[in-house]
């Protein structure tokens, strides 16, 4: 299938933001999704982002989108405790029905 | 409250004992998938259905049977289960109109371990 890359780890202090980073290889994606997977929960969709815009905006997070190098990043501002878990990157699968290609997900720890 | 369910929550069995777990939505979506987690390779997709009848196979089918009956139910068969079968599984479904709105629900995960 496609590859979507991400870094596996990430660790910020409580205040500061946090950019999780991810690299997806299907051109033909129309939507690109950002997870949040929250010790044992299942996924839980932050946000979304359509290919012909290049940035999105949603309270503490921003969603950034080079379409020209397939680069998607999440940024999240005043990063909080309860913002600890991992994050999945998804890019829609163009040649298997509605499938989402996942990337392994970032674990992303907030320190006090 | 829109959700999807699965049925186990945690399960642990023996090589080759079939089983199935049950998968259940109720927000009347065409589209159903199942994915299985592994640490280091993310999330994969086993198999999905695009409606009723409709399945197919996803990246790493082997060893999985699905079926859909109903719109609701998409349940994943593991008719020899192997140790490497141990993983956690997720059931999702979604709209299909083409969209946002075809965001994918996830179930709460069921927890395979094969001895």
């Given at each position: 299938?496609?590859?979507?890359?991400?870094?596996?780890?990430?660790?910020?202090r409580?205040?500061?933001?946090?950019?999780?980073?991810?690299?997806?290889?299907?051109?033909?994606?129309?939507?690109?999704?950002?997870?949040?997977?929250e010790?044992?929960?299942?996924?839980?969709?932050?946000?979304?982002?359509?290919?012909n815009?290049?940035?999105?905006?949603?309270q503490?997070?921003?969603?950034?989108l080079?379409?020209?190098?397939?680069?998607?990043?999440l940024?999240?501002?005043?990063?909080?405790?309860?913002?600890?878990?991992i994050?999945?990157?998804?890019?829609?699968?163009?040649?298997?029905?509605?499938?989402?290609n996942?990337?392994?997900?970032?674990?992303?720890?907030?320190?006090p | 409250?829109?959700?999807?369910?699965?049925?186990p929550?945690?399960?642990?069995?023996?090589?080759?004992?079939k089983?199935t777990?049950?998968?259940?939505?109720?927000?009347?979506?065409?589209y159903?998938?199942?994915?299985?987690?592994?640490?280091?390779?993310?999330l994969?997709?086993?198999?999905?259905?695009?409606n009723?009848?409709?399945?197919?196979?996803?990246?790493v089918p082997?060893?999985?049977k699905?079926?859909?009956?109903?719109?609701?139910?998409?349940?994943?068969i593991?008719?020899?289960?192997?140790?490497?079968?141990?993983?956690?599984?997720?059931?999702?479904?979604?709209?299909?109109?083409?969209?946002?709105?075809?965001?994918?629900?996830?179930?709460?995960g069921?927890?395979?371990?094969?001895?």
């Amino acid at each position: 299938g496609e590859d979507v890359e991400q870094s596996l780890f990430l660790s910020v202090r409580e205040g500061d933001s946090s950019v999780i980073n991810c690299t997806y290889t299907d051109s033909s994606s129309t939507y690109l999704y950002w997870y949040k997977q929250e010790p044992g929960a299942g996924l839980q969709l932050l946000t979304y982002i359509f290919s012909n815009m290049d940035m999105k905006q949603d309270q503490r997070l921003t969603v950034l989108l080079n379409k020209k190098d397939k680069h998607l990043s999440l940024r999240i501002a005043d990063t909080q405790t309860g913002d600890s878990a991992i994050y999945f990157c998804a890019a829609e699968n163009s040649n298997s029905g509605y499938a989402l290609n996942f990337g392994k997900g970032t674990s992303l720890l907030v320190t006090p | 409250e829109a959700q999807v369910t699965q049925n186990p929550r945690y399960l642990i069995t023996v090589t080759g004992k079939k089983l199935t777990v049950t998968c259940s939505q109720n927000m009347n979506h065409e589209y159903m998938s199942w994915y299985r987690q592994d640490p280091g390779l993310g999330l994969r997709q086993i198999y999905y259905s695009m409606n009723v009848e409709v399945t197919d196979k996803g990246d790493v089918p082997e060893g999985y049977k699905v079926s859909r009956k109903e719109k609701r139910n998409f349940p994943l068969i593991l008719e020899s289960p192997s140790p490497n079968q141990t993983s956690l599984y997720f059931c999702a479904s979604s709209t299909f109109t083409g969209g946002p709105t075809d965001t994918q629900y996830f179930g709460p995960g069921t927890r395979l371990t094969v001895l």
